[in-house]
């Protein structure tokens, strides 16, 4: 019996679907392989947005034409919202719906190269904007002890870099009575004997303590690479979003990354368009990201989502051909500051970490602050690091 599993969404689903077909595969089903017709095809999918909602319902679609005769399940976050829309289609076979109770371990790896090693779920957080902690439960993690086994294993499987993703990573440690930092310290002094590298997932910027920052610029092993949520830079949408911190706070860390790490990668959240960003607010939004000395930023177009609270608020609501400028104008900021922090990188020495993909002769790699080189291929350097000269 042949199976296949389609996946959409973010790093955490993949690292799901992958454990889901791990322990398939260990009860004797054979991986399809591209292009073969298999037997049963699940199909893992994301809720973040409505277009997101949209691509789970094509990707169902898809899957029946191209596999006529398979068994068709479909999980995720979108069957745990909307299982009923999701049965109604003729297409399906059946909805699971995940448990939200428990912590249920996984990785993927990328290439061998890399690996997603999930450790944390759900969020406690219930942003006015977001359908996430009902689709995902409260949150929830694994012991430290247990994410270190795991993070040995994946490496004496021959991965190099290990990313640590979930929903609220920052948050580690609720289930356990342990914290985010007594997690970076275990995984930064495994005992393995060959080099290694972690790379922190998203970070609530309430939850990125300068004590973390300082781990980080001393760190043998994790990389100088920080990902942060801003969503709004006014403080007024910050309060209608339910944000645990105001922009007074956000500037504070990042400025504290620059000082110690000046080098350091960092990308930032920000959603355009919700509900109550008058243009006012907006204005005072766009001067603030201007102003931050960060990376990249990762625009978000916010999408209704049904069942959360912004949209019982009385609030005026952004056009849609505005909130499509507003992104645009955004994507236009991140690219002027990531090409700004590629020249102040020039000329600082870098390790960059070689993939193992044949790209027509060339091999690309990442350095540790996220900056993407390109080298003729060359097998004997396919995941193995390599510090280029200044």
Request: overall charge positive; charged content about 25%.
């Amino acid at each position: 019996m042949k199976v296949r599993i389609v996946t959409l969404g973010c790093k955490l689903n993949f690292a799901e679907s992958s454990a889901l077909m791990n322990e398939l595969v260990r009860r004797g089903w054979e991986r399809a392989k591209p292009g073969e017709n298999a037997d049963l095809v699940i199909v893992n999918t994301c809720t973040v947005t409505d277009t997101a909602d949209q691509k789970d319902r094509q990707a169902i679609h898809r899957v029946r034409r191209e596999n006529p005769g398979a068994r068709i399940v479909v999980t995720g976050c979108y069957a745990r919202l909307h299982p009923k829309e999701i049965a109604a289609m003729v297409e399906v076979d059946r909805v699971v719906r995940k448990r939200d109770d428990v912590f249920l371990p996984a990785y993927s790896k990328d290439d061998r190269t890399r690996c997603f090693l999930k450790v944390q779920d759900g969020c406690n957080y219930f942003c006015t904007y977001c359908a996430i902690p009902y689709a995902r439960g409260r949150s929830r993690n694994p012991s430290v002890e247990s994410v270190c086994a795991q993070a040995m294993t994946v490496l004496g499987e021959g991965a190099k870099e290990i990313v640590l993703t979930g929903v609220n990573i920052g948050d580690f440690g609720r289930s356990t009575g342990e914290t985010f930092i007594d997690l970076l310290r275990a995984l930064d002094t495994l005992p393995f004997d060959a080099p290694y590298r972690v790379r922190i997932g998203s970070v609530e910027p309430n939850l990125l303590t300068a004590e973390i920052i300082d781990l980080v610029a001393r760190s043998a092993h994790i990389a100088p690479h920080f990902h942060i949520p801003l969503q709004s830079g006014s403080d007024e949408v910050l309060r209608i979003m339910n944000r645990h911190y105001d922009t007074s706070l956000f500037r504070e860390r990042v400025d504290c990354i620059r000082r110690v790490l000046p080098h350091a990668f960092i990308g930032v959240d920000c959603m355009v368009g919700v509900r109550g960003e008058t243009d006012e607010r907006w204005e005072a939004y766009l001067r603030f990201v201007e102003s931050l000395p960060v990376s990249q930023l990762h625009v978000f177009t916010y999408s209704e989502r049904e069942g959360t609270r912004m949209l019982t608020m009385d609030l005026p609501v952004v056009p849609a051909k505005e909130r499509h400028r507003r992104s645009q104008v955004l994507h236009q900021v991140s690219g002027s500051k990531l090409q700004a922090f590629y020249a102040a990188c020039e000329g600082v020495p870098q390790t960059v970490l070689w993939e193992g993909k044949n790209d027509h002769g060339v091999m690309y790699g990442f350095s540790e602050n996220y900056i993407r080189h390109s080298r003729p291929y060359d097998r004997l350097r396919v995941n193995t690091f390599e510090t280029l000269p200044a």
